[in-house]
């Protein structure tokens, strides 16, 4: 019976033993929610001028929400007599998606067309006016440097909204598509307007937090607690590698305070140190924390997929469950591919329970809608 009991309060204490030691490390990822519903809402409401947009960053500010968006054809011409905007915004004040959205407000340039919301700097403005196809005196003719959005990010405490972008260079002949330049954070303050301040000091694009063989950190990014996690993409075969950095809030700007998940609950100062901690989406990974689930969630187009799925997670930064099938997309125009789909929480209902997704569909040359689709989940 001595022995018995011996065996016992060892076995015990070899139990609590482990679960101590288990409670040190990190968790496997948590269990794939239930999906109730997914009912198709139709397409984003839109200004009728505008032919197509991919991008769909969204975030709420100030009650509205307002949404970002990347190149912008359209059937009117803007200032520069281009019908054609690099970026463009919208916004809504209505944040009930259950009948739709309709992007019913548009940041206008001087003629009533959409404009870009994104400045460039008198050097770049100077060298997209003289090869512009338009007024070209400077070959090559259609040249230019361009800025696609990012993710929006709504700092209250410190009066100002920041835009992620990342900036290209095209037109040029020889180039394959377009050559990158680097990327950024443009700093929106009420009275002054969005500029892009210096962030990299001593480089020879002080204004960019990245260059073009950086990691860009704008694939994605949340705030918790203010501190920003943000999420770098590197197109791999036939997926994109997804790293995670985070960064205090208010000190976002300086590169010096980044760090980066190196693994195993490690951070370091050294973005080559950084670890990849999923396969994600295709131009977009909007992490977001889904309260009614109480976990962390990432809804995105796999690369070259038709289809959108979602991971979750207990943290921004892992272990991430496995991709699961959220729901199949629209057929897209023939030799094209849906892509940048992600999930615009402010329009959440039932505290996470119900989410709007959307996702850049094609429907013809230069022409694309954004489905609205409504996910309902089940614990």
């Not at 809030?249 to 951070?267: R, V």
């Not at 670890?275 to 295709?282: A, H």
């Not at 070259?304 to 125009?333: H, I, Q, R």
């Amino acid at each position: 019976m001595l022995a018995a009991k011996r065996f016992i309060l060892a076995s015990l204490m070899s139990f609590f033993t482990l679960g101590v030691a288990f409670a040190g490390q990190n968790p496997g990822p948590p269990a794939i929610p239930t999906v109730v519903s997914v009912t198709q809402l139709g397409t984003i409401q839109q200004n009728k001028v505008i032919y197509g947009r991919d991008g769909t960053f969204s975030a709420l500010i100030d009650g509205k929400s307002v949404w970002t968006f990347g190149d912008t054809p359209m059937s009117v011409p803007g200032v520069l007599d281009d019908f054609w905007d690099d970026n463009s915004l919208s916004w809504t004040t209505n944040l009930d998606a259950s009948r739709g959205i309709n992007l019913d407000h548009d940041l206008l340039d001087s003629t009533g067309a959409p404009a870009e919301f994104l400045p460039y700097l008198p050097w770049e403005r100077k060298y997209n006016y003289e090869h512009d196809k338009n007024h070209c005196t400077v070959r090559p003719c259609g040249a230019e440097f361009a800025m696609w959005d990012g993710p929006v990010v709504n700092d209250a405490a410190r009066n100002r909204v920041l835009f992620y972008y990342y900036e290209l260079c095209r037109g040029v002949p020889g180039m394959k598509g377009w050559d990158t330049v680097g990327g950024g954070i443009a700093v929106y303050t009420p009275g002054k307007g969005i500029t892009r301040p210096i962030e990299n000091p001593g480089s020879k694009t002080p204004t960019l937090m990245w260059g073009p063989k950086d990691v860009q950190y704008n694939s994605g990014a949340l705030v918790v607690d203010d501190t920003v996690y943000s999420y770098g993409c590197v197109l791999g075969f036939l997926v994109h590698n997804c790293q995670v950095a985070r960064v205090p809030l208010a000190g976002i700007l300086d590169t010096t305070q980044w760090t980066y998940y190196a693994g195993n609950n490690n951070w370091s100062t050294n973005p080559a140190d950084a670890v990849t901690i999923f396969q994600g989406g295709s131009a977009a990974n909007q992490v977001f924390y889904d309260a009614y689930l109480g976990l962390y969630m990432n809804i995105y187009n796999p690369t070259l997929n038709n289809d959108m799925y979602f991971m979750v997670s207990s943290t921004p930064w892992g272990p991430w469950s496995a991709p699961t099938l959220l729901f199949k997309g629209e057929t897209p125009y023939k030799g094209s591919v849906n892509y940048t789909g992600q999930a615009h929480p402010e329009f959440a209902q039932g505290n996470g329970q119900t989410e709007y997704v959307t996702y850049a569909h094609p429907t013809g040359f230069l022409r694309e809608d954004l489905p609205l689709v409504q996910v309902v989940f089940g614990k």
